[in-house]
């Protein structure tokens, strides 16, 4: 949040100009592909006998709620209204939010390769009870009561009022809603973890195990047909 106020009192006007047009063309542009993306996994071929098109709309959805979210946020920056520091409440909030809905996207990722995981591993059956809207409707709830908790240091957050240079060599007073030193490293660690590393490492495994089962059924395949050309 600071910097963000830092750059827009350093740069200038065509230069914000310049960044809000790319940030509001990429964000509708994306915003516009994850609602097209909805209404065609919303077909019934993505929901027959699978979770797949189900969990790619939940997807969807939080991707068009975390870049609404961003836009907004660089709007709110551009016209300098920083509703942060309107109150210690929406200091709070604001923060809590803003974190909390760009780490959700990565782990609703993760259930949709967990879905092609299953699709490919459970192909008898077995397992079916894990397929079920029910099961990944609470896993998605599970995901989201978790990094609402682990953006839980937003309530440390303090509305503080700072003062540094700017480029004419005068002092610029911002007021501010931030954390101390101790607690923003042990939130950017917890962001790093949640939105990336976590997120990143179970899919990189599911996507082993998926090439592997799939290697192996081909190699079966392949030895079976084999084995019937002997037999001729």
């Given at each position: 949040m600071v910097d963000d106020l830092y750059l827009n009192t350093t740069k200038n006007k065509s230069t914000n100009d310049i960044?809000?047009?790319?940030?509001?063309?990429?964000?509708?542009f994306g915003i516009l592909l994850n609602i097209v993306a909805s209404f065609i996994f919303n077909k019934s071929a993505f929901k027959n006998k699978t979770m797949y098109?189900?969990?790619?709309?939940?997807?969807?959805?939080?991707?068009?709620?975390?870049?609404?979210?961003?836009?907004?946020?660089?709007?709110?920056?551009?016209?300098?209204?920083?509703?942060?520091?309107?109150?210690?409440?929406?200091?709070?909030?604001?923060?809590?939010?803003?974190?909390?809905?760009?780490?959700?996207?990565?782990?609703?990722?993760?259930?949709?390769?967990f879905e092609i995981y299953l699709s490919?591993?459970?192909?008898?059956?077995?397992?079916?009870?894990?397929r079920t809207k029910?099961?990944?409707?609470?896993?998605?709830?599970f995901v989201v009561l978790v990094i609402f908790l682990a953006n839980s240091t937003s309530y440390f957050d303090e509305i503080a009022e700072l003062k540094f240079n700017?480029?004419?060599?005068?002092?610029?007073?911002?007021?501010t809603c931030d954390s101390n030193f101790e607690i923003n490293i042990i939130s950017d660690v917890f962001k790093v973890l949640l939105r990336d590393i976590l997120p990143f490492l179970v899919i990189f495994i599911l996507n082993i195990l998926?090439?592997?089962r799939i290697f192996k059924s081909k190699r079966s395949i392949m030895n079976k047909s084999t084995s019937l050309q002997h037999k001729d």
């Open positions: 960044l809000l047009y790319l940030n509001f063309i990429q964000f509708s098109g189900y969990l790619c709309i939940a997807l969807c959805i939080f991707n068009i709620l975390a870049l609404s979210s961003e836009m907004a946020h660089y709007l709110l920056i551009y016209f300098k209204l920083n509703i942060s520091t309107l109150s210690i409440y929406s200091c709070k909030l604001f923060n809590l939010w803003t974190n909390f809905i760009i780490e959700c996207p990565p782990f609703i990722q993760v259930l949709v390769t490919v591993y459970n192909s008898s059956g077995k397992y079916q009870f894990l029910k099961f990944f409707s609470i896993s998605i709830s700017d480029t004419n060599d005068t002092i610029t007073n911002l007021v998926i090439i592997y």
